[in-house]
């Protein structure tokens, strides 16, 4: 698809909503958008089940991975870890919205990265952030909502921060690398 980022190749790791949605949008925008599933998924698990669905899919699956090519890889496998590491080679953006620690034990930290591509973007979006007490924890919407209720505090003090969207940084730094952006939007 041809856009605005026509020519930006983005190493898509991401799970449910955010980071999805962000690389969605990264394609509508004409970027080269390769998705990583993990091999031996059933349809019926992709998007949670979350519904409604077409024959056992989410349609929120379905349309967080519009605009994307995908594959599948067993990161912990070491010849589709090589893979993915040939394939980030060639990437500009490397996104992931998985917990804190999760991409760096895959070998996928951002110095593991930067030493194969020291140009790459890369964008991390995580719903507690990278430190503190609940860094570790999923934030899935119905997850967060239920641990901002254990806090017991009707004004949490522990919520969801909201990162800066994986979207926008790659835009910015497309704006910094190029005058072709300028030219094409508003």
Not at 100 to 123: H, M, T
Not at 147 to 176: I, K, N, Q, S, T
Request: with cysteine; aromatic share 6%; charged share 25%.
């Amino acid at each position: 698809m041809r856009g605005p980022l026509e020519g930006i190749r983005v190493f898509d790791l991401t799970l449910i909503m955010v980071g999805p949605w962000s690389t969605m949008n990264l394609g509508a925008l004409g970027a080269d958008v390769i998705h990583i599933e993990r091999p031996g998924i059933l349809d019926s698990s992709l998007g949670g089940g979350i519904p409604p669905t077409i024959n056992g899919t989410s349609i929120g699956h379905i349309t967080w991975n519009m605009n994307k090519r995908q594959l599948f890889l067993d990161l912990k496998a070491e010849f589709d870890n090589e893979t993915a590491r040939k394939l980030l080679a060639t990437c500009d953006v490397f996104v992931d919205n998985m917990r804190p620690g999760v991409a760096d034990r895959l070998g996928l930290s951002y110095e593991a990265l930067s030493e194969i591509n020291p140009r790459i973007v890369y964008c991390t979006i995580c719903g507690w952030g990278t430190t503190g007490p609940m860094a570790d924890r999923t934030a899935a919407d119905p997850r967060a909502d239920r641990d901002v209720y254990e806090v017991g505090d009707p004004f949490p003090r522990a919520v969801p921060m909201l990162p800066e969207r994986a979207e926008v940084r790659v835009v910015r730094y497309h704006y910094r690398q190029t005058d072709r952006v300028r030219e094409t939007l508003p």
